[in-house]
């Protein structure tokens, strides 16, 4: 009996969601074809009809989209938002948490990502930029969204402008301050995963009670960007 129309990509999608997990759980250079395959519940075999090698893969599942967050830190900041409570110092506790440091397969790709990516092929290097930039820019979106205020838009107006927010109003300040706060996590997470536990809750500590103070005002930031501006550089002696 011949496989129906949708078979194809259907199988597609198995084997990019068994990849975008066991990638997020042990990082990519770690992940065999095999054992993607063994996850989706597929020979190696079937492989080739659909990816021509394990980069082909890793850049499907960044262009099908890899959750950088789980459901439960997602259930809890929309919990905080309810609340009233502040967006960016939740977020930082979340995400330098002790349960995201010893429990990577639950918690955000790029710790586990970032060190391996730069190992690999242009292309994959290339998706995974895509993907920091992605996540740089709906963070910026958030803190925009948040210095507005939810009023007077709706919940589900809201969400429309930070999936697909309008980059005129989204400032300077607020890419700049994201790509930092995640620079800044990120790395955290990584160097808190190498070390012995008192190093490590003294390096997420440390950036938990640094982040939130990234959300500075408009003119402290223009400030900064013109001192920068005017900096001469160094010059090699």
């Known amino acids: 009996m011949p496989y129906s129309p949708d078979h194809k990509p259907k199988t597609r999608q198995k084997i990019i969601r068994s990849a975008a997990k066991l990638f997020k759980t042990v990082g990519y250079e770690n992940v065999t074809i095999?054992?993607?395959?063994?996850?989706?519940?597929?020979?190696?075999?079937?492989?080739?009809?659909?990816f021509k090698n394990k980069e082909d893969?890793?850049?499907?599942?960044?262009?099908?989209?890899?959750?950088?967050l789980g459901e439960p830190v997602?259930?809890?900041?929309r919990?905080?938002?309810?609340?009233?409570?502040?967006?960016?110092?939740?977020?930082?506790?979340?995400?330098?948490?002790?349960?995201?440091?010893?429990?990577p397969e639950k918690g955000c790709a790029l710790p586990t990502l970032s060190t391996e990516v730069a190992r690999s092929g242009e292309r994959a290097q290339k998706a995974f930029s895509k993907v920091i930039r992605g996540a740089c820019g709906k963070l910026a979106a958030k803190l925009a969204?948040?210095?507005?205020?939810?009023?007077?838009?709706?919940?589900?107006?809201?969400?429309?402008?930070?999936?697909?927010?309008?980059?005129?109003?989204?400032?300077?300040?607020?890419?700049i301050n994201a790509t930092a706060m995640?620079?800044?996590?990120?790395?955290?997470?990584?160097?808190?995963?190498?070390?012995?536990?008192e190093t490590a809750e003294l390096i997420l500590n440390s950036v938990r009670k640094t982040v939130p103070r990234l959300k500075?005002?408009?003119?402290?930031?223009?400030?900064?960007?013109?001192?920068?501006?005017?900096?001469?550089?160094?010059?090699?002696?």
């Open 34 to 50: 095999d054992q993607v395959m063994a996850d989706a519940g597929l020979t190696r075999g079937g492989f080739y009809a659909h």
């Open 57 to 68: 893969l890793f850049v499907a599942t960044v262009e099908s989209g890899i959750d950088l």
């Open 74 to 77: 997602l259930s809890r900041l």
């Open 79 to 103: 919990k905080a938002e309810k609340f009233g409570l502040d967006w960016t110092t939740t977020f930082a506790e979340l995400y330098l948490s002790n349960q995201h440091l010893h429990h």
């Open 145 to 175: 969204l948040e210095e507005r205020g939810m009023a007077p838009m709706t919940r589900e107006e809201a969400n429309a402008w930070f999936e697909s927010p309008p980059l005129d109003e989204i400032g300077k300040e607020h890419r």
């Open 182 to 197: 995640l620079s800044m996590m990120v790395g955290a997470m990584v160097l808190g995963r190498a070390v012995d536990d």
């Open 216 to 237: 500075i005002s408009p003119e402290n930031v223009e400030t900064t960007l013109t001192y920068c501006a005017k900096k001469p550089s160094r010059t090699s002696a």
